[in-house]
């Protein structure tokens, strides 16, 4: 049963994944035609725009979604390839353990880096032109 | 071919446990005949030049699916394949890679038939008795009929597990024809097996490891696509964790056919052969 479950997950990660990554490319390489989440003028990776994106809760939110979801769909992943080299029943145990381990640990990680960045912009006035 | 041979070279591989340490190569030289087979050929070797040759064959007409062989490099079926459709007169026969070999050209197809067996292919329903004693026909449309019809016709000679790259790696991979059959009873409506087959296909033995190389479709004798199969099942796998998946099963039973008179030109049943046989008992599901 476990198997089909992470693979059902491990599917609608890929989704996620795609959603975000296609929401990526608009914003930072199709900012002249599309224009959204770059609120003022100038190229996506201007002070300002960076700053307006991260005061946002939903790009706070969205980051920690992707990485939830870019994190998973990959480490199944590399699960899966490890376990087509044919390992035994018990390395098969501690692959598991230690990638579910370690995929909790960088979550956690990357959550409170994605939370840290979201509270430090608040602490900046929007007109600041640099740090 | 552009050029018929006047003569074929047949290159097998031969082993008998017995005898042999590790396999090795034998050569024979045959003269081309019209339409000649490759079973025709081992036939006329063993005929001719090595009666202790063994492989597996029966109907000679690609029904029975006894005589998958790895023939010049692609697992196909010996009574199937002509010389002509080699491109060459040398063929290089082998037994079905991904099994032991029992002797010469014959493998051990039983971890592959344990397999099968283990994912309950046949029909599984709650009205056992209707099954062995009908009233009438399950109600099934054609469209409900095309769900499974190609993955019906699988002979399950093994060419798909031998051409499988996961399965030649991952001894608990249930193989191409193992889970290509459990689908087609699971898309059967006539069948209520998903939860019973469910267990083993969710879990490790299930369909997770098939990464769509594809070649078990490529080899397959009868086009049965193996691989469309597989993902298949992944879906309906998928939708079922969802609650998204519609069981429509099982068909309901149809009464018998009214204001139909049997026609005057067909003969009665023969009788029994063995009036006295012990009945079948149903299966339970």
């Known amino acids: 049963m476990r198997e089909e479950r992470w693979w059902t997950w491990h599917i609608l990660a890929s989704v996620v994944i795609l959603v975000f990554l296609g ?22 990776i201007e002070w300002a725009n960076v700053l307006s994106r991260m ?10 979604v992707l990485l939830g979801a ?10 899966n390839i490890l376990f087509e080299l044919n390992p ?44 | 071919m552009t050029n018929i041979p006047t003569e074929v070279v047949f290159k097998i591989r031969r082993f008998d446990p017995a005898v042999d340490q590790q396999p090795h190569r034998e050569e024979y030289r045959i003269p081309y005949t019209h339409g000649l087979t490759v079973l025709d050929g081992l036939k006329k070797i063993k005929e001719v030049a090595s009666p202790s040759l063994a492989w597996r064959s029966s109907c000679r007409m690609g029904v029975c699916g006894s005589c998958g062989m790895f023939i010049n490099g692609r697992p196909r079926l010996a009574c199937n394949t002509q010389i002509t459709e080699l491109g060459t007169n040398v063929v290089l026969v082998a037994p079905l890679p991904n099994f032991k ?20 292919p046949y029909i599984v329903r709650e009205d056992v008795k209707e099954q062995y004693e009908p009233t009438g026909e399950f109600f099934q449309s054609s469209h409900e009929v095309e769900q499974y019809l190609q993955f019906s016709y699988c002979i399950k000679c093994g060419c798909c597990m031998a051409a499988c790259p996961t399965y030649a790696t991952d001894a608990t991979y249930s193989g191409p024809m193992p889970l290509t059959s459990a689908h087609r009873y699971n898309a059967d409506t006539r069948d209520d097996g998903f939860k019973m087959r469910k267990p083993p296909l969710a879990g490790e033995r299930g369909p997770w490891r098939c990464h769509y190389a594809g070649e078990c479709s490529r080899v397959c004798p009868k086009g049965v696509d193996p691989g469309k199969a597989i993902q298949l099942m992944k879906r309906e796998l998928v939708l079922d964790y969802l609650h998204l998946l519609k069981h429509g099963c099982p068909a309901k039973v149809g009464g018998a ?14 009788a029994p052969t063995m009036p006295n046989a012990p009945k079948i008992e149903p299966r339970s599901p």
């Not at chain 1, 979550?107 to 032109?129: K, V």
Request: glycine residues 10%; hydrophobic residues 50%.
């Open chain 1, 55 to 64: 005061k946002s809760a939903g790009f706070m939110v969205s980051y920690i």
């Open chain 1, 23 to 44: 929401l990526h490319m608009v914003i930072m390489h199709l900012e002249a035609i599309v224009g959204i989440f770059n609120p003022e003028p100038g190229h996506p």
């Open chain 2, 101 to 120: 070999i029992v002797r010469d050209l014959v493998p051990d197809l039983m971890p592959m038939f344990d397999a099968h067996v283990a994912l309950h």
């Open chain 1, 70 to 79: 870019a994190l998973f769909h990959g480490l199944y992943g590399l699960r």
């Open chain 1, 88 to 131: 035994g029943a018990g390395t098969k145990k501690a692959l598991t353990f230690l990638f579910v381990v370690g995929g909790l640990a960088l979550f956690a990680f990357g959550a409170w880096a994605a939370w840290q960045s979201f509270a430090l912009a608040q602490a900046i006035p929007t007109t600041a032109r640099s740090l």
């Open chain 2, 257 to 270: 056919p009214k204001g139909i008179k049997r026609r005057d030109n067909i003969p009665d049943a023969p």
